[in-house]
């Protein structure tokens, strides 16, 4: 899946002001709670890490993609690793997974991704996620975007159909030698229902404490769930 070419043009997206304002909700719910020793699991580029790090909470970063995490470090974030989730071997007393990684989990595999944040979690722990609701697919996040910066030119599709929003990502960059390079891949997210998400998450131990339907584009209805769940 096209996770590394994503994190190459997540800079040019400017979903700057929607993450932040999806960021603060889940930092209102960590201290609301006072949780401390969590783990951002799909940290991207680590802008919650380091929001975290600012209010002195102990955390760390996991992400599927190695090129998420090379340029968490450019940046100067240490306290993260380009490994899966069924290979952290710490235990945290809250996990996190903002802005639609769980809508990146394959349908076959969520039962065991649930299971996997289980374990890393200390009884009472809590996982706090997002996902896209059915409008979010359908209205927000469909369609296509092309940006020119001139020496770089991006090209998203995004199609939702049969409960999956495939996304055709293509970056054109130019060499030094004036010549572009395209690189072309895609990423598929799936779209989960509350019921669904509801069982799953009962199935692996999670009791769901609270639910809050969220407007993340201004839309005029809500484009994302954010699900409060604590290890029972
Ligand atoms: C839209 S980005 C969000 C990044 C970050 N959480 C934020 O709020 O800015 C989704 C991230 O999830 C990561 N991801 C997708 N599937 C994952 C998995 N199974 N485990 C860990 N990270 C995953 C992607 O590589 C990507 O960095």
């Given at each position: 899946?096209?996770?590394?070419?994503?994190?190459?043009?997540?800079?040019?997206?400017?979903?700057?002001?929607?993450?932040?304002?999806?960021?603060?909700?889940?930092?209102?719910?960590?201290?609301?709670?006072?949780?401390?020793?969590?783990?951002?699991?799909?940290?991207?580029?680590?802008?919650?890490?380091?929001?975290?790090?600012?209010?002195?909470?102990?955390?760390y970063?996991?992400?599927?993609?190695?090129?998420?995490?090379?340029?968490?470090?450019?940046?100067?974030?240490?306290?993260?690793?380009?490994?899966?989730?069924?290979?952290?071997?710490?235990?945290?007393?809250?996990?996190?997974?903002?802005?639609?990684?769980?809508?990146?989990?394959?349908?076959?595999?969520?039962?065991?991704?649930?299971?996997?944040?289980?374990?890393?979690?200390?009884?009472?722990?809590?996982?706090?996620?997002?996902?896209?609701?059915?409008?979010?697919?359908e209205?927000?996040?469909?369609?296509?975007?092309?940006?020119?910066?001139?020496d770089?030119?991006?090209?998203?599709?995004?199609?939702?159909?049969?409960e999956?929003?495939?996304?055709?990502?293509?970056?054109?960059?130019?060499?030094?030698?004036?010549?572009?390079?395209?690189e072309?891949?895609?990423i598929i997210?799936?779209y989960?229902?509350?019921?669904?998400?509801?069982?799953?998450?009962?199935?692996?131990?999670f009791e769901?404490?609270?639910?809050?339907?969220?407007?993340?584009?201004?839309?005029?209805?809500?484009?994302?769930?954010i699900?409060?769940?604590?290890?029972?």
């Amino acid at each position: 899946m096209g996770l590394n070419l994503y994190a190459k043009i997540e800079q040019f997206l400017d979903f700057e002001d929607e993450v932040t304002k999806l960021h603060g909700v889940f930092l209102s719910v960590i201290l609301e709670k006072k949780l401390d020793n969590i783990l951002d699991v799909g940290c991207g580029q680590g802008s919650f890490l380091n929001q975290l790090s600012t209010l002195s909470l102990n955390s760390y970063g996991i992400d599927l993609s190695s090129e998420q995490i090379k340029i968490c470090k450019q940046n100067g974030i240490k306290n993260v690793s380009s490994i899966p989730l069924n290979e952290v071997k710490e235990k945290y007393d809250c996990t996190t997974a903002i802005f639609d990684v769980i809508n990146y989990i394959p349908k076959n595999g969520i039962k065991t991704f649930f299971n996997q944040m289980s374990l890393v979690l200390n009884q009472g722990g809590y996982f706090i996620f997002d996902v896209n609701s059915l409008f979010g697919f359908e209205e927000v996040a469909q369609g296509t975007l092309s940006i020119d910066l001139g020496d770089k030119f991006v090209v998203i599709d995004a199609n939702f159909e049969e409960e999956k929003l495939i996304t055709d990502i293509t970056l054109f960059s130019q060499n030094k030698s004036k010549l572009f390079t395209k690189e072309n891949d895609c990423i598929i997210q799936y779209y989960y229902e509350r019921s669904e998400l509801k069982d799953l998450l009962k199935t692996s131990g999670f009791e769901v404490e609270k639910i809050i339907d969220f407007n993340l584009h201004d839309s005029c209805e809500n484009d994302k769930e954010i699900y409060i769940c604590k290890k029972s």
